[in-house]
């Protein structure tokens, strides 16, 4: 009876499914393991940071010249894409007026991204960072392109 022996294209099969069981399981071992290898977080990390330097340093700048009315007229008027948000160089130094009890000095050094006080996002073209200061009060910058468009503190 021919139905009792497998086939040659049967056996074929054998090697297949077991390079695909084989495959499946590599597979779901490293997605279950959920860490990057140490080396490729290592440049992740390296590459995130130079990233978010230069904007790191417009932080802390924006922070420091917005502490009195003289530096927040000069920070207003170097970044004309606030411009849309806050309309007059008067309504900017209310609202920096109104932030002032609030702000603390920034480390110089750029914080950890895994600390979660330092926050940073790129959407296109526009990029983010926000910073949480050891009084809870958060600092927020948007730049589109090399543009500052948004500032806030709360």
């Given at each position: 009876m021919?139905?009792?022996r497998?086939?040659?294209?049967?056996?074929?099969?054998i090697?297949?499914l077991?390079?695909?069981?084989?495959?499946?399981?590599?597979?779901?071992?490293?997605r279950?393991?959920?860490r990057?290898?140490?080396?490729?977080?290592?440049?992740?990390?390296?590459?995130?940071?130079?990233?978010?330097?230069?904007?790191?340093?417009?932080?802390?700048?924006?922070?420091?010249?917005?502490?009195?009315d003289?530096g927040?007229?000069?920070?207003?008027?170097?970044?004309p894409?606030?411009k849309?948000?806050?309309?007059?160089?008067?309504?900017?130094?209310?609202?920096?007026?109104?932030?002032r009890?609030?702000?603390?000095?920034?480390?110089?050094?750029?914080?950890?991204?895994?600390?979660?006080?330092l926050?940073?996002?790129?959407k296109?073209?526009?990029?983010?960072l926000?910073?949480?200061?050891g009084?809870?009060t958060?600092?927020?910058?948007?730049?589109?392109?090399?543009?500052?468009v948004e500032?806030?503190?709360?």
């Amino acid at each position: 009876m021919s139905g009792d022996r497998p086939g040659p294209a049967r056996l074929a099969w054998i090697p297949v499914l077991a390079a695909l069981v084989l495959a499946a399981g590599a597979w779901l071992r490293w997605r279950g393991s959920g860490r990057i290898p140490a080396r490729a977080e290592a440049r992740i990390g390296r590459v995130a940071e130079a990233l978010v330097l230069d904007r790191w340093q417009a932080l802390r700048l924006a922070v420091e010249l917005i502490r009195t009315d003289e530096g927040a007229r000069a920070f207003y008027s170097a970044n004309p894409g606030l411009k849309p948000r806050m309309p007059s160089e008067a309504a900017f130094l209310a609202k920096t007026r109104s932030w002032r009890p609030l702000l603390q000095p920034l480390p110089e050094a750029v914080p950890d991204l895994e600390a979660h006080d330092l926050t940073f996002a790129r959407k296109g073209d526009a990029l983010e960072l926000g910073y949480r200061m050891g009084n809870g009060t958060r600092i927020f910058m948007r730049w589109a392109g090399d543009r500052l468009v948004e500032i806030r503190v709360y």
